[in-house]
């Protein structure tokens, strides 16, 4: 791998233990093993351009001198070969909306279009495995309170994502 080599940037919200911990466990459980290649995460862009990422940075940097923007694990989505965690968290969605003003124009189309934040704990299984999966976790689901620890940039070269920059969130 050429870490020299420009590269599609990725961005995540960071999310805080021990709410990682159990989105993960779950991750590493339901998940295709051959296919899980990432920790549990929350993608807030998919693919922006690496020339941005001097400049993303600093903008992340000013976001993340907030306090934690308030989340909350809000239901399940059932994503055909798969099963997500909703999560809502207008804070959050108001930090992403700034990004993409401040990006307009660059923005690949699923970057542009609505964002539908979750976290992916099963993906890439036959339908009826999802659908198994997404009953039982139905079955005992209560909303929840979700930590945003804060913001990350990650180089896409597509394998693992290799760490541009994490910004956690410092304000009280």
Do not use: C
Not at 36 to 54: E, G, V
Not at 90 to 101: F, M
Not at 144 to 159: D, H, N
């Amino acid at each position: 791998m050429d870490n020299a080599v420009p590269a599609p940037i990725i961005v995540t919200a960071l999310i805080g233990e021990p709410d990682f911990a159990w989105l993960d466990g779950l991750r590493q459980r339901h998940f295709p093993p051959e296919r899980n290649f990432l920790r549990a995460h929350l993608t807030m862009f998919h693919h922006l351009p690496p020339m941005l990422a001097t400049e993303l940075k600093a903008r992340l940097a000013e976001e993340a001198r907030a306090a934690p923007p308030p989340a909350r694990v809000a239901g399940l989505i059932n994503l055909g070969k798969g099963v997500a965690y909703r999560i809502e968290s207008p804070a959050l969605a108001a930090i992403r909306a700034r990004l993409v003003e401040a990006f307009a124009g660059l923005l690949t189309p699923q970057d542009q279009a609505g964002w539908r934040p979750h976290v992916t704990v099963q993906n890439k299984v036959e339908p009826p495995a999802a659908r198994a999966l997404l009953a039982a976790l139905q079955a005992d689901f209560a909303p929840r309170p979700l930590a945003i620890a804060g913001l990350a940039a990650w180089w896409y070269r597509g394998g693992p994502w290799e760490p541009l920059s994490r910004h956690p969130f410092r304000g009280a």
